[in-house]
Every structure is written in C-alpha cells, then in structure tokens.
C-alpha cells in the first residue's frame, strides 16, 4: 500500500509465539497495531497460552496483554474454529485495520479432529451499520503518533465490534423467553461448560425452562442485562472482570 514499486497489492502475515514471546514483542505489537494493516491483507498474531506450564518455564495467559495492547482477541474453542476464526481473523484485521490477536490454547493445540477444510465454508460479511472515516482505518505513511492513537481508540476498535456483530461472533448460543441466570464463556471454557451440562443432563430445551443462558464472546466486550451471572473462568479472568464492571457501573449511575 505505501510503495508504487510494491509487487503484490496486500500481504496477509501471521505471527506466533508462546507467551515469553508475546512479552517481548510488547513494542513490536503496540506500534504495528496503532499504525494498522494493509486493507488487501491483515494480520493475525498467534499466542500460544500455556496455562500448566507443561512445556514452559511459567505459566502464562495473553488476554490481558492484548488487551493493553488493545488488539481484538479471537478465543477459538475448538480445532474447527481454529480455520474458521483463522478467515475471520484476517477478515476482521483488513476491516478494522488492527492487528488481531489469536489464542491457541495448548488443550485445544494437542488434540485431533475431524474438520471441514472447504475454503468457501466461512463467508465473512462487512458491517452495514460502521461508516468507515475518510481515508479508512488501513496503513498509511505519513502517520503522526497521535493521529494513529485517535484513529484506534475511536474509529478501528469500534470497526472491530461492528465486525462481530455482523459476524455473530459475539452471540447467545441458549437462550431463554425470561432469562434470570446467565453463563458468559469463551473460548475452550465454553466447551467445558457444554460439557457440565451434559453431564448434569440439562440440555437446551431444559436451559430455557430454567430461565438460564449461554453468552458466547469472541472477546471481553459483554453488556448483560440478566438478574444474575456465572462465568467460568481460566486464570486471569478477561470476561469476568469487563462484566463486573458494567454491573457495577450500572448500579451507581442507578
């Protein structure tokens, strides 16, 4: 996009590192994000969390790290969703011009699937209700720092929420007619709790007739207005921590 002399029109890149590696690319991160990604490309950058230090010298979880970073994080949950969020990824980089970030958890990472690899099997839509700022939300040169920091904070990360919601990425996968009970999960948490379920024999027709739903997030933007919510959580808490929030934020101005 900067050079006239450039071979290809856009260039998708993927970057990967477990988290020693994530901490290190701390700058590399934060500068790329804020100058933006190509509008023919995207990038996705890889980390790999570790929460048992099996094959680590610590334990480690990236959430918040791209969170500070403010970076989109796509939290897949399984093998399958590792290709579709894959496309959904470099889709929602070229949108949104941030680099996204992408958790490859080692619980998902050492296991083996049957999965559909149809290249035409996602289809990625743009949102109609974002008016992109003139001149996009993409790299471009010259860039002031300051300018970069105005364009992410109130143009490319409200991009990135208009993506998910066309995408339905964000989205209730059990709902009820009077829902009081909410569980908001992501990621490999969100099988886990599918599987507490099953075991407690409780499927979606019984959900619903209890008055409890299922929130899925791709990331850590929820607004939930039910009585009362569980969250099942993975170390540091991403999702549990932005809801007490809004909890919290709506009592006082109530």
């Not at 109609?128 to 300018?147: H, K, Q, Y």
Request: glycine residues 8%; proline residues 6%.
């Amino acid at each position: 996009d900067l050079s006239p002399q450039a071979d290809y029109q856009g260039v998708f890149a993927m970057w990967y590192g477990k988290g020693p590696g994530v901490d290190r690319c701390g700058d590399v991160f934060r500068h790329a994000n804020a100058a933006g990604s190509s509008r023919f490309g995207g990038v996705l950058a890889i980390a790999g969390d570790d929460h048992a230090a099996k094959s680590s010298t610590l334990p480690h979880q990236t959430d918040h790290f791209f969170k500070s970073m403010m970076m989109p994080v796509l939290a897949p949950a399984g093998v399958q969703e590792y290709l579709d969020f894959g496309v959904h990824g470099w889709a929602l980089s070229r949108w949104s011009g941030c680099w996204v970030a992408f958790k490859a958890l080692a619980d998902t990472v050492e296991t083996s699937a049957s999965v559909d690899v149809d290249p035409m099997r996602v289809v990625t839509r743009e949102p109609t209700d974002f008016v992109l700022p003139d001149g996009g939300l993409n790299l471009r040169w010259p860039d002031p720092p300051l300018v970069q920091e105005r364009r992410l904070l109130h143009h490319k990360l409200y991009a990135a929420l208009a993506y998910c919601r066309a995408n339905r990425l964000n989205r209730v996968v059990i709902d009820s007619p009077a829902p009081r009970l909410g569980i908001i999960t992501s990621g490999k948490s969100y099988l886990d709790v599918r599987q507490a379920f099953d075991d407690l024999g409780i499927d979606e027709q019984l959900a619903a007739e209890i008055a409890r739903e299922v929130v899925r997030p791709m990331g850590i933007n929820i607004d939930d207005e039910s009585e009362d919510d569980g969250k099942k959580k993975r170390k540091r808490a991403p999702v549990y921590n932005p809801v007490q929030q809004v909890h919290f934020s709506s009592f006082i101005v109530q």
